[in-house]
């Protein structure tokens, strides 16, 4: 089954800073992949996702890209500000199926 | 945008004792919802997944007479945490989704349960 790696499992930047967490796929089938914020004591919200059929999507001060052949894809987060400190999970899944999360990333902004 | 609601936000209760979680979609209609179990500073385990009108699919591992999900209507899905534990304490999330209809309705959770177990 699908495996899902992210790293780091802890991401301290300075405010203005820019901050990038990468994941690891193993099923290659998987072609959709979602960006999750999480703050204390909230269910995760979804952020930004991209699907396999693109290498890269941006949002604001938010961008994902994609590697396929490697497996890999990365959250960016440019201008960061304190509100963005949180728990960041990646995730992948073939078409409509279940989501398989990455172990998550403590983002921590310091003013 | 897709709403997803979760009640309660959180609930105590005795050793022992039953404890019933609802997840409502408010503004679609979810064919498929799942249940997921998170503890402290990890991540979201996938324990089941609920499809309206059909019994549900455990993860491995997942007690399924521990968890009972009932997936009745396509807003409505609940999650009974029988004779519970102090084992079963943590947060419970649930995501609702239909299939075929993209995935920023697809996946869209609700804002948790912490379940604590005395």
């Known amino acids: 089954g699908e495996n899902v790696e992210q790293h780091p499992s802890t991401l301290s930047v300075q405010e203005g800073d820019s901050a990038v967490i990468k994941c690891t796929y193993s099923d290659s089938a998987s072609n959709y992949f979602p960006w999750y914020k999480q703050e204390l004591g909230k269910g995760p919200q979804l952020i930004i996702d991209?699907?396999?059929?693109?290498g890269e999507k941006k949002d604001q001060r938010i961008a994902v890209t994609l590697n396929k052949t490697a497996k890999h894809f990365s959250l960016h987060i440019t201008e960061t500000q304190p509100e963005d400190s949180a728990v960041y999970f990646c995730a992948a899944s073939k078409d409509t199926d279940k989501l398989i999360f990455g172990t998550g990333t403590r983002l921590q902004v310091f003013p | 945008g897709a709403v997803v609601s979760q009640h309660p936000s959180w609930v105590i209760c005795k050793s022992g004792t039953s404890v019933k979680i609802e997840c409502r979609s408010l503004?679609?209609?979810?064919?498929?919802m799942f249940w997921y179990r998170q503890f402290p500073k990890q991540s979201l385990m996938l324990m089941a997944t609920s499809n309206e009108g059909s019994k549900a699919t455990y993860e491995q591992g997942v007690e399924k007479d521990k968890f009972l999900i009932n997936h009745a209507s396509l807003t409505l899905s609940t999650l009974t945490v029988t004779s519970a534990h102090p084992e079963d304490s943590s947060f419970y999330i649930c995501s609702a989704g239909a299939p075929g209809t993209g995935p920023a309705v697809g996946y869209t959770f609700g804002s948790g349960t912490r379940l604590t177990v005395v």
């Open positions: 503004d679609f209609q979810a064919t498929t």
């Open positions: 991209i699907r396999s059929n693109v």
